[in-house]
Every structure is written in C-alpha cells, then in structure tokens.
C-alpha cells in the first residue's frame, strides 16, 4: 500500500515509525513532514490545509489510504472533501468528516454533547458577544477558581485558569473581543475541577473501537510542574493510578456513552477520539475531547502498541474493529520533549543540533526540526521527543531522561523530571 501522513509533529513521527515497519506499507509520503520523519519516507512540503495539493499527491503517488495527525485539516473538512470528490472518493481517510471533528472544534457543542448524552463532565454555560453582560453577571456568582474556554481551535492557548472574579471578568470581555479571534467568538464558562489528568484514547470505525493505552502528559515548562503551559513537556504509559476499577469506569461512562451518543446523532465517526479526563477522587470527567491523537502522548502509546498499525487502520477503514486483537505491551513507554529556549515564548530557530546518533536505550522521534544540507536543524518550540520502552516505569524515565541529555543544540531545555512524580 502507498500511504499518506499528514502532519509534521512528534506526533507523526511516531505514526511514520510505526507504519513504516508494516509488510503492507509499500510507500510512505509524510506532508509536510519534518527534519526526521524522511528516514521512514519520503517528506512533500505542503501544507495540510491545502487540501487541492493533497489530491495532486494523492492522485500522482496512487495513495491508497490517507492517515490525517493534526486536528486543523479535520475540522476544516477534509474528510468530506475526499468524499465530495469521485477522483479519490474511493481513498479512505482515518481521521472523522466534519460533522465529528466538531467534537474538538467547538467546546460549546462537545459541552451540548456530553449533556445530552449523561456523561460526566464539570458544570458549564456558554456566552456570545450579544450576551457579554450575562456572562459577567454569571461570573459574579461562581465559585472560584473558574475556567474560562475559547470554543474553537485556538492553538492550545484558549483555555485560562482565573482566581479572581475581576480578572475573569476582564478576560471574558478580551475573549469575546477578540483576543482569540474567530476561535473565541463563543466562550464557554466551566466549573473548575481538582485533581489529577490522563488522557485515555480510542480508534473508532463508527461501530465498533478498540481503547489504546492510557497516558499522562506533562504541561507545564518548570520543574514540578511551574511555570507556563506548554503543548506538553512530556508523557508517560501507562498511568500508573489509573487503575483497572477506575478503567472500568471510563469505559462504562465515558467511552461507550460517546462511541454510542455519536451514533445516536447520526455522526458516522472514523478515526481517534482523545478523551482528556480528570480523575476527581476515583471518579472520572470529561476535560475535553480531541478528534486525533494527542503529542507528546502519540510518542508514549504509539512504542506499546505490538499490532501492525496498517492493519488496525485497514480494519478501522472496513468497519472490522470488532475482528481486531490489540496486542498492548506490558512495558512502560516513558518520552522526555527537548524544547527550544524560550519556549513557550519568543525561541530562535536554526540551531544545529548534534548528538541524535549517541543515544542508547531511546528513540528520537523529531517535533520541530527541519534537514538543511544535511544537518538537522530547530524549526520549532518543542523539539525532539525523547522515548524510552522499558521493563519498569523508574528504567524507562531514567533511560529517557539519560538520553535527552546526550542530545545538544544552542538553547536547549528539558525537563529532567518527567513522571517521577508518579513513583
């Protein structure tokens, strides 16, 4: 089979890894890809959103499947623009038409979405620039802290925290005016929940789905989790306090209600659903959803997984989750994420970066680098995920954290605490 990645994160390059170790992959083509995503294929760079140029590949590579990382290309409908097209109508795309991805693009009706269909998530109500006024009336009377939510894709930055009434206040006003732009046309007030985050992950074919390993990331920049947020500084699986008994519940609550709900709804869904939870006490809550996989956790679930993902997305393509065995491994997949310096603010790009070769017990799964005459250089804020599969959990974080300190480059960062926190 020829097949298509879209996308150019760490994200992709675990996909690109693990696809390219498939019997059924013939050619892999990475779009745009990045500085190391071309040892398993060949990179095109064009952007994921142009979705004619993906046709022009598509039709002049004779693509066969079309697997889609990022979550823009989603929302914006390429999916249903494959469909609408006879030419390529009869490619499958992994990865949900419009009407699914919603469930990511609009926090306002995955919120709707959840009510409707009984599963557990924290309090909310949702406000427009016609009703500023009841939103800052609502927020006198709520509890702190709160959760303030620009409803659309806002680059991993629409979410604020607020301690104080004023500030929220302030922020509302800022939100609905513009701060986030079209993203933040709606914003959703939420309840704020205490506890602890993991993200569980689900491959769907719309009737069936197999529930893929459980990971936590790591948002923050600083050291014990200080400092300002990140699109994550690391990632370990498995959970170590997501139990089997709290497992169970996910199941029962959360993922069958929404694998069912969509049905309901008549949305058919093909692809991942990203349930970010939060377990409050032993219970778990919907944070929010993602219509993808989610990056630095891809690089820790991806190494576990023993099938053939070629295979696991053929099934998924032909509603046959239900014949698939997920073989899941018994070890700890542990991934340290080398950032830029400055991130998440102002970072240089165009560092050489030297040491990839010398690691030992990793693999190097790029993020934001590019290949310029043959040296690997920093093209982004976060870098190049580190990951480590190990016997135990205390192997894995050490290896990966070992070998994060092999690599170099001007500015680089990492923090060296990664999941400790859970042993």
């Not at 046709?55 to 409908?77: F, H, R, T, Y």
């Not at 990511?104 to 409707?116: H, Y």
């Not at 939420?190 to 990331?217: C, H, M, Q, R, W």
Request: aromatic fraction near 8%; include cysteine.
């Amino acid at each position: 089979m020829n097949i298509l990645l879209l996308g150019s994160g760490g994200r992709e390059s675990a996909f690109a890894w693990k696809l390219s170790q498939s019997s059924h992959c013939d050619k892999l083509i990475i779009a745009p890809g990045n500085g190391g995503t071309g040892t398993y294929g060949t990179n095109i760079n064009i952007n994921v959103n142009d979705f004619d140029s993906i046709k022009k590949i598509v039709l002049s590579e004779n693509i066969d499947m079309v697997i889609v990382g990022s979550e823009e290309p989603l929302v914006n409908g390429i999916h249903d623009f494959f469909l609408a097209d006879s030419s390529i109508s009869h490619v499958p795309v992994i990865g949900p038409k419009k009407e699914g991805a919603i469930l990511e693009g609009s926090k306002d009706f995955s919120k709707k979405f959840m009510e409707r269909h009984g599963i557990p998530t924290a309090s909310s109500k949702s406000f427009t620039p016609d009703t500023l006024e009841d939103g800052l009336a609502y927020l006198q009377t709520h509890p702190l802290p709160v959760v303030l939510k620009a409803d659309g894709l806002a680059a991993g930055k629409g979410v604020l925290i607020c301690t104080e009434t004023i500030e929220a206040q302030e922020e509302l006003k800022l939100m609905l005016g513009g701060k986030f732009g079209a993203a933040g046309a709606t914003v959703v007030i939420e309840e704020f929940l205490s506890g602890i985050e993991l993200s569980v992950f689900i491959l769907t074919d719309g009737e069936n789905y197999v529930t893929l390993p459980s990971a936590k990331d790591y948002k923050r920049i600083g050291l014990g989790d200080t400092g300002l947020n990140t699109g994550g500084m690391g990632s370990i699986s498995p959970v170590p306090f997501a139990t089997p008994e709290f497992l169970a519940k996910v199941e029962e609550r959360i993922i069958k209600p929404t694998v069912d709900g969509l049905k309901k709804d008549n949305i058919d869904y093909t692809g991942f659903i990203f349930f970010g939870l939060i377990k409050v006490g032993e219970e778990p809550y919907v944070i929010e959803y993602n219509a993808r996989m989610g990056d630095p956790e891809t690089e820790s679930v991806v190494p576990r997984i023993e099938n053939d993902l070629v295979e696991l997305f053929l099934a998924t393509a032909n509603k046959q989750l239900n014949q698939v065995n997920l073989v899941i491994s018994e070890q700890t997949a542990a991934t340290v994420m080398i950032v830029a310096g400055g991130y998440p603010g102002e970072y240089l790009k165009g560092k050489a970066i030297s040491g990839i070769e010398n690691l030992r017990h990793s693999n190097a799964f790029h993020a934001g680098t590019l290949l310029e005459n043959d040296v690997v250089k920093t093209n982004g804020g976060r870098v190049i995920a580190i990951t480590s599969l190990q016997d135990d959990m205390f192997t894995a974080l050490q290896s990966a954290t070992a070998d994060a300190g092999r690599i170099y480059f001007d500015g680089k960062y990492f923090r060296e605490d990664i999941g400790f926190d859970l042993i």
